[in-house]
């Protein structure tokens, strides 16, 4: 197993095409959209036998939280090849991308019900309060996200408000 960090400036066409091609393989419903949303940060990168098996990206994005607007590491698309699921591959990625955690004031997440478990594990915690978007109209509510986590060092009250900036696509 090889684990490496890099930016997507840095990925190059084969290997874009390589996180798109694990990522459509390990979610039902990953479109073009989704995949952007993980493009322009630090991509944790899990090869075996020099094959992708896992990946997770990290990007800047700002919340709002108790009032102040953070600037967020924001986790996106963690995946594991189906063959391979089982070994530990995601707590691999994971663990790279907290290794980030310094250069933001927020860690944060939006997880899959498969994902939920494997969060919690490494102490991500889930957002109690109502949760909102910064959109192009306004801060408008998001009353049907309830998978948001986060990881912090500073306190929060995670029964309060958050919100986060807009993006086309799913906001969270």
Do not use: K
């Amino acid at each position: 197993m090889v684990i490496s960090l890099v930016h997507t400036a840095h990925l190059g066409p084969h290997g874009l095409a390589d996180v798109r091609d694990l990522c459509g393989l390990a979610f039902d419903d990953y479109d073009d959209a989704t995949f952007q949303h993980a493009l322009g940060g630090t991509h944790a990168l899990v090869r075996h036998d020099n094959v992708l098996v896992a990946h997770g990206a990290v990007v800047l994005r700002r919340l709002c939280i108790g009032g102040r607007w953070l600037r967020c590491g924001w986790i996106e698309s963690v995946a594991t090849h189906p063959g391979h699921r089982g070994r530990g591959y995601a707590h691999t990625v994971m663990a790279a991308l907290e290794t980030l955690a310094p250069g933001y004031e927020v860690m944060g997440l939006c997880a899959s019900d498969v994902g939920r478990s494997l969060y919690s594990s490494r102490g991500w915690i889930l957002w109690r309060g109502p949760a909102s978007v910064l959109s192009p109209d306004g801060v408008r509510p998001t009353p049907d996200e309830d998978s948001i986590y986060v990881q912090t060092r500073r306190p929060v009250d995670f029964d309060g408000p958050i919100v986060c900036d807009w993006r086309e696509g799913e906001v969270w």
